[in-house]
């Protein structure tokens, strides 16, 4: 019995640690112009880059998946500021409809102020 729930426990904290993401799960192009050298040396260095600062961050990721979020995250805005082909999504789109107002016509006189102004203090 005692072996059982030495081993659930074992299972269990080994269960809570998250794996660090060794790769980005997205693809990245070379940019404009760089060279196979350039984009395998940029994408070395922004591999380290998120892995470091995901190792060193004092908010570990709470699952696997938000760990590779972050990594891809960081990495993505690595490899973009190295010039390359990072990926966007086709649209852009918004949680609210936006409202478009027309400009109001000109030589409308500034509408009157609603609010009084509040009493000085006496001092």
Known sequence: MRQILIIL???FVLGACTTMPSSPSIL???GTGKSYDQFHNDDQLCRRLAYKQI???QNR???EE???QDYDII????MYSQNHR???PGRLTYGTQQEWLAPPPPNLPA???TTKPKPSGGD
């Open 9 to 11: 426990i074992s299972v």
């Open 66 to 68: 938000e760990g590779q």
């Open 55 to 57: 190792d060193e961050s």
């Open 28 to 30: 990245v192009l070379p």
């Open 86 to 88: 990072v990926p966007v």
């Open 75 to 78: 990495y993505i805005q690595c």
């Open 111 to 113: 509408p009157r102020q």
């Open 61 to 63: 990721p709470d699952s």
